[in-house]
């Protein structure tokens, strides 16, 4: 029994610890209506900043916070200001992209100063330890405890009580009404991006602290963990984000100690999936509170797409065709055939979040479902290569719609973020499931892609395959967005009780939706595991989910040329910024923020 | 390609001079250089790795260049960034078999990211050599695919050995890295455990990323063992030996030889104390490919070398002794010197050969080492073993 205990205290410890994350990023939801990627990045700057105060300037512990409190706050007024602000009037969705570019900028910037070797933080607080159950708590986790606990009293009077935090409520209400009243809503905005990016920077250096080590990428997985608990205690409640830390923690605790350790993270976004579709406003929130996106419609927002000249497609569809036979470069044709890849991810994703409002963030689940499908068949059963391709993308369209088919009832942000958790649950259920997907080990030797027979080997030749597949698919797309069922997904994304006014069973719309993407993002999962010969469970992992919404928003959601545009830009930039070497993924970065700075309805715009 | 080349030029040329002192400096061969390819993360969730590569290989390259290069050209290397992602790596595979400078390519570094571009480097006759790749698969592709990279096979009976034979444990509770490398390096060590008659309690497989270890201590205290063995790298490891004196888990701990860097003492801060390894070496080893790397190395950096460092300046020695051997230096012909060459100097192997038919090399050594006031020393005043 006192084990029980045990797992208790373990729980609400490291639930204290994803609450200094927690509350900067509910505050941040509940203002701005966006998650922000670039929280953990953040949380990363305030350890490596805190890391140089203990280690080079050997300041003491209050003046180390004090430090690192300044410089986040900061960085969080310069993120608003020049990552968020200029955004203010495009769709939803730019922002939410421009966190993600930031977050990479800030992650590079750090790991470019200070090497990614991990580094100790010294510990400058006395070494006092209180025994309680089996085990004993130091001094670090009071404090860490008392400064969140501390932080959301704070916020919650400042709230309430202060004409600012009126302010800051009547932003997160309705910006354009608090606007007329005459708030500054940009002032107000600043000042919560300096609240929360401090209360994070802090948390970075207490947890660095903690666990005695950071790395410039502790950041991601914290970010998720952050609105993991953030959703669980409602999204934009300080207090809620408290409790939903601790919960998830506990929860994540006695997990560990019914199943193992690695089902931890099962727990943590099963819990994350249950809430969603249970009580999407949060474990706290009162009845009477409002939908959480109450403004359909404006999350993607209508744009009018460019019209490509026909010639112009024609002489590019030519010249794909002829490349191989033109030049003689393996490389260049390589990964081309990535682009075609991702291009048949990003079609799926641009169907599903474009056309049909549905913003997935977990559509390297589908990839994931479609590849093992169709290695499985081939190596197990030995079935032929095309028929398995076939069956990757017709599993992954079955099981990748009833698996999100709980989310349907959600909108806006909350599908981004179940979809976030369906993907993580897929990944680990791959990891634990070992009698049928080899585990960890993975699945070695999955036979070369093949066709009536041939297999193919030759560079050119898959180049060609999956050029035909993703030509074929997006031609099929054309067709269905031009037909009564896009234009009913449109009214959908548009509009939705409208829509259903009109008669239009949304589940239906979506299911099919998700069913069309999940067989295109199968195919293109399938295609890769024979074209790489091995995969496991990390092969499809959550940064390539970032990168399919990345491709779709940046090409201009539901475009079909714009998936593929964006594909040749973000598969290519990485390979044409080689020569910087170390640098190029913070010129990625870069390059990612002026794209959605000036083009925030994406490349070809919004169909 | 210019200005990285440029770069690669100018970083050897300033490398040459800070290292004058330590060796006698012959001046670099003037010729055409010979290439190898190094396909690995210098950026994203593994760059660390791709960093401490860079370190072992710069090292090498210095002895190697310095004592006449290859047949008068000196030897470089191209490092290509893949975030150890599979589609970046197929990619470079692609843009390294297509240059026809290269002779060889080294990498990459986590399983799904070699073992995805394997299948290029096997059809277009480029050696595919993986210096940490411990995945029982991995040089099944084919015969153009070898490996240095110490088999778990090999290594975790050792480990087994030391642990019930010497230490005396009995109740052994297994926390290892959930991940290919992890999880082979764990059945093996179980099984070799059980037949040494030692009982295995409990065992945890964790993610990666994971940083909270209490929940599962408590768990694996539950199972009541009378000692912890950890397959982990030098970070995890060390986040573990810390989060178990907080549970009040207080039973000896031994790992395995990825645990070696000076950075898991660091990073473990006194919970490191008392701590259990079998590394391939330690820098008091007499042994003078050891003494010669150690030395070179700490006279270089600063600081102490770690096992990653290890492995690459091994790779490249070898490479440097394939390639003044090799009769050409075409690709083909590497790859068959890499099955000819006996007993290359080698810090984790002692003398390096390589089995024919698997394309590894057998026989790692260990030195059974405990962690003693805030560094690695020999356990025991034992010797290294075979």
Partial sequence: ?607 | MISRRLFLQTGTATIAISTAGGFAQASEPAGEPVYLGVSGPLTGPNAQYGAQWKQGFDLALDQINGSGGIKGRPLRYLFEDTQSDPKQTVAVAQKFVADKRIVAELGDFASPASMAASPIYQRAGLVQFGLTNSHPDFTKTGDFIWSNSVSQADEQPLNAAFAVKRLGFKRIAVLHLNTDWGRTSKDHFVAAAKNLGAEIVATEGYLPEEKDFRSTLVRVRDANPDSLFLVSYYADAALIVRAARQTGLAVPVAASSSIYSPKFVELGGEAAEGVFTAARFFPADPRPEVQTFVTSFKAKYGKEPDAFNAYAYDTMVLFGQVLREAPELDRRTVRDTLARVKDVPSVVYGKASFDTKTRRVAGARNAELVVKGGSFTLWGGGKATN
């Avoid at chain 1, 009580?161 to 302010?167: N, P």
């Avoid at chain 1, 602290?209 to 608990?229: D, H, R, S």
Wanted: aromatic share 10%; glycine share 12%.
């Fill in chain 1, 1 to 607: 029994m006192t084990s029980w205990f045990d797992h208790t205290i373990n729980g609400l410890i490291i639930g204290n610890i994803y609450a200094l994350l927690a509350v900067g990023l509910a505050l941040i939801f509940g203002v701005s209506r966006l998650i922000n990627f670039a929280h953990g990045s953040v949380y990363v700057v305030g350890a490596y900043v805190g890391w140089v105060a203990v280690s080079v300037l050997h300041t003491p512990f209050p003046l180390t916070l004090v430090i690192v409190v300044a410089l986040t706050a900061v960085l969080g007024v310069v993120v608003e200001r020049f990552g968020i602000r200029p955004l203010a009037g495009a769709p939803r969705i730019a922002p939410l992209l421009a966190t993600i570019g930031l977050s990479f900028v800030l992650d590079q910037t750090v790991q470019i100063l200070f090497s990614p070797d991990p580094r100790a933080v010294p510990m400058q607080l006395p070494n006092w330890r209180v025994a309680i159950g089996g085990g004993s708590i130091g001094v670090l986790d009071l404090l860490i405890g008392g400064i969140g606990i501390t932080a959301a009293s704070a916020l919650f009077a400042f709230l309430k009580l202060t004409k600012w935090g009126w302010a800051v409520r009547a932003t997160a209400l309705d910006r354009d009404a608090a606007r007329a009243m005459g708030v500054d809503v940009d002032k107000v905005n600043s000042i919560v991006f300096a609240v929360a990016s401090g209360l994070g920077g802090v948390g970075g250096v207490l947890v660095g602290m903690y666990y005695n080590v950071i790395t410039p990428t502790m950041g991601f997985e914290a970010t998720l963990k952050g609105i993991v608990a953030e959703v669980v205690g409602g999204v934009g409640n300080v207090p809620g984000a408290i409790v939903g830390s601790l919960l998830l923690g506990i929860i994540e605790s006695y997990g560990v100690a019914l199943l193992g350790t690695s089902y931890r993270n099962l727990f943590a976004f099963i819990l994350l999936i249950v809430i969603l579709v249970l009580r999407p406003n949060g474990l706290f929130a009162s009845r009477r509170q409002l939908p959480p996106e109450p403004m359909t419609g404006t999350f993607v927002a209508p744009s009018r797409p460019v019209r490509l000249p026909v010639p112009l497609v024609a002489a590019a569809a030519a010249l794909a065709i002829a490349l191989p036979l033109l030049v003689d470069s393996g490389y260049l044709i390589q990964t081309l055939t990535n682009v075609w890849l991702y291009a048949l991810l990003g079609l799926s994703l641009t169907l599903v979040a474009g056309t049909s409002g549905q913003v997935s963030l977990g559509h390297a689940a589908l990839l994931a479902i479609g590849g093992y499908t169709s290695a499985l068949l081939a190596l197990n059963l030995g079935w032929p290569v095309w028929l398995t391709l076939f069956c990757g993308g017709l599993v992954a369209a079955a099981l990748g719609t009833l698996l999100v088919s709980p989310a349907f009832r959600l909108r806006g942000h909350y599908v981004s973020i179940a979809t976030l958790g369906i993907g993580e649950i897929v990944a680990l259920v791959i990891l634990n499931w070992e009698s049928v997907t080899r585990g960890p080990i993975g699945v070695a030797g999955i036979p070369p892609l093949s066709l009536f027979g041939y297999e193919l080997y030759d560079t050119n030749a898959i180049y060609w395959f999956a050029l035909a597949l993703m030509a074929a698919l997006a031609l099929l797309q054309l067709r269905l967005l031009g037909s009564h069922l896009g234009r009913t997904l449109r009214a959908v994304r548009d509009d939705d009780v409208a829509a259903r006014s009109f008669g239009i069973g949304l589940n239906r719309y979506k299911g099919l939706a998700f069913a069309f993407g999940g067989f295109f993002a199968g195919l293109s999962g399938a295609f890769t595991a024979h074209m790489y010969s091995y995969i496991n469970h990390e092969t499809f992992n959550t940064q390539i989910s970032v990168l399919a919404l990345t491709i779709a928003i940046l090409g201009g959601m539901g475009n079909v040329g714009g998936a593929i545009l964006g594909s040749l830009a973000l598969i290519g930039l990485p390979e044409v910024f080689r020569v910087a070497a170390e640098y190029r993924i913070l010129l990625y970065g870069i390059a990612l923020l002026l794209l959605v700075r000036f083009r925030p309805q994406g490349l070809l715009g919004t169909v």
